[in-house]
């Protein structure tokens, strides 16, 4: 009997009734895991402690909707006593001694962790093939890539192995597998989640947030993890509230704004085409659509290029080989402990982007590059903050092509910011943004839809995208059949 | 032909991030960090409108917390993760040699 392919109210019922038990579930889970061995979805997973931990919730009263289910964590949130390698051999036996912020929240619901997904080695990179362990393959075409950095997250949502799913977007590292493999992923507001144990990459960027197959569900995931945190600076003190709350309401009267740029050359005509008649089904339910321009969107590349390659250059930095970490076995002195260590352990995209960011943040450079960044994301974070005075939400495709393939070249040092392009401005400017399924292109691969509003609107977002899912009512199963 | 830095930028940029490069790194690294560098040159086409700068984009609610001490880590715990170490210390090798310094 399969139980992960219902709604999670269902599963809360049935869990309530004690007609099943976390432990069926778990069971469930890993099977699913095993028969998607070759997805490559994983890089650990946590079955010994998982099934213990689902034996002891059968003594536990049912108090929550989440309580029981598994989920999975992306391998660059720290989890207490589990490895968590992001991706990277210089990581790849660092066991952490603390829960993340997020890891905390889920285990107060009684979730249960089930494994740590694959991943861009330190999320950098667009198609998760960056990872020491090879890349996650993508569930409706295995020659195709499930996108990156949270490609393992992505993969292991659309397989259907289990229901929930946490991923890091810092340039899109949610929205677009997300897009590639046909779920819903949500970048919550810069802010409305600590990122207390979730390894730094780009400070000012990064942002922990939920991947699930249903739009409700995700909504239920982000109530779980959002809350101020002491630990974080930057996490924002705001008033708790229900993300569902808006679902089902509706959007009569709603103004919409599509970006010019975002409708342009750079994205497939098929693409154009799906967003086009999703703009139509919200239009024929009351919202109004303009096409805009919107003032720097297109430099949001080279901000990003210059921001997160020089906050990545710092973050890293404390990978020595002393503290953790794999290290140069037989070092003559310090600085080639530091020089070999880092030489052996860090992959090739990852050490392009230090480099790269090390030159950029060096004496006068600061100055020329990243301050005059800085400078510019503050006029795009404006003119963004002006275009929200008019509009409730602006939206577009996600990615400008679908899923390519695995063994699309990987020379091009550019490209995996390219892929980025239309999610990157969300980051930029702190806003939520969130990426739905919206149809298929000529190959059967998933098309994305991105839904972005003023920051801790996340609430209205989800109303929006619940009203096309449910107009929609895609069949978002790999493997066809009923879902 | 494409355009590149030359082998001593690349050493010095290199040097910069604390990696160490064998020779064939070297020649890849002259093509592709120029593509990156002429990418970031990209900025300076940009007219910003004024001088302001954003370093993250949190809100005004954001706030230090109280400086008073919480849970600490367990030593033991600490360097279970520690490649080196003697006793409660981490171990590093020397620092300070009649060579070349940092």
Redesign the interface.
């Known amino acids: 009997m399969k139980y992960l392919n219902k709604s999670i109210k269902e599963i809360n019922e049935l869990l309530k009734q004690q007609r099943i038990k976390p432990i069926d579930l778990v069971n469930e889970a890993f099977e699913n895991i095993e028969n998607n061995n070759d997805l490559n979805a994983y890089i650990t997973l946590n079955k010994e402690e998982a099934i213990k931990k689902a034996k002891e919730l059968e003594n536990q009263e049912v108090d929550n909707i989440l309580f029981g289910l598994p989920i999975a964590i992306k391998d660059n949130i720290v989890t207490s006593g589990l490895r968590t390698t992001c991706a990277s051999h210089i990581l790849e036996n ?2 952490p ?2 829960d993340a912020f997020v890891i905390k929240k889920i285990k107060e619901k009684n979730m249960i962790i089930i494994g740590k997904t694959n991943m861009d080695e330190f999320a950098m990179g667009s198609s998760s093939r960056t990872s020491y362990f090879g890349p996650p393959r993508n569930p409706w075409n295995k020659e195709k890539i499930s996108g990156g950095s949270s490609g393992g997250s992505a993969t292991t949502i659309s397989a259907g192995d289990v229901l929930f799913a946490l991923g890091s977007d810092t340039g899109g590292s949610i929205r677009q597998p997300a897009s590639y493999t046909g779920i819903v992923g949500m970048k919550p507001t ?2 409305r989640v600590s990122r207390f144990g979730l390894v730094a990459f780009a ?2 960027l990064d942002q922990i947030g939920p991947m699930t197959k249903k739009v409700e569900d995700n909504a239920i995931l982000l109530n779980a993890i959002v809350g101020k945190d ?2 974080d ?6 008033e708790e509230e229900d993300f569902t709350r808006l679902i089902g309401k509706e959007i009569n009267g709603v103004k919409i704004a599509v970006p010019n740029y975002f409708m342009s050359d750079i994205v497939n005509n098929e693409i154009k085409e799906s967003i086009k008649a999703t703009i139509k089904i919200l239009e024929k339910n009351g919202a109004i659509v303009d096409y805009i321009d919107i003032k ?1 969107i297109e ?1 949001a ?3 990003y ?2 921001i997160a ?1 020089g906050e990545a ?1 710092s973050n890293l ?1 404390r990978y ?8 140069e076995e037989n ?10 260590t ?2 052996k352990g ?1 992959g090739e995209e990852v ?2 982007r ?7 943040l ?1 004496g006068e450079n600061a100055k ?2 990243y ?9 795009m ?2 003119e963004f903050k002006k275009i929200f005075k008019k509009y409730d939400f602006i939206i577009g495709p996600t990615t400008t092509t679908t899923a390519y393939n695995l063994s699309d070249p990987m020379d ?3 490209k995996s ?1 390219m892929d980025d392009v239309l999610v990157i401005p969300v980051n ?3 806003l939520p943004g969130l990426s739905m399924p919206v149809g298929f292109d000529s190959e059967s691969m998933p098309i994305g839809m991105q839904i972005i509003a003023n ?2 609107e996340e609430a209205k977002i989800y109303q929006l995208a619940s009203l096309i899912e449910k107009e929609l009512k895609l069949n978002l199963n790999p493997n066809g059949g009923e879902e | 032909m494409k355009e590149k830095l030359t082998e001593e930028e ?1 050493l ?3 040097k ?6 064998s020779k064939e ?1 070297i020649e890849k ?1 002259q093509i ?2 120029k ?3 002429n ?2 040159e ?3 086409e ?1 007219e ?12 005004e ?5 109280k400086d008073k001490p919480g849970q600490m ?2 030593p033991k ?2 360097l ?5 170490h003697s006793g409660n210390y ?1 171990s ?4 300070i ?1 009649g ?1 070349e ?2």
């Open positions: 660092f066991i001694i603390y810069y802010g400070s000012s002491e630990k600076l930057t996490s924002a003190r705001v720097y430099n590349v080279t901000l290029q210059i390659m250059s930095a020595d080989g002393i503290r953790y970490g794999t290290s070092p003559k002195d310090i600085e080639d402990l530091y020089l070999s880092r030489a860090f050490k392009r230090i480099m790269v960011g090390s030159y950029l060096s020329i590059y301050n005059k960044a800085l400078s510019i994301r503050d006029d974070r404006k091009d040092p550019r910011f930029m400017a702190g920051s801790f | 690349v010095h940029v290199a910069l991030a604390r990696i160490k490069l790194e690294y592709e960090l593509e990156l560098l990418d970031v990209k900025i300076n940009v910003n409108f004024d001088d302001d700068i954003l370093i993250a984009c949190w809100e609610n954001t706030e230090l917390r880590l367990e715990e600490v279970e993760n520690a490649p080196r981490i590093v090798p020397v620092v040699s060579g310094g940092a």
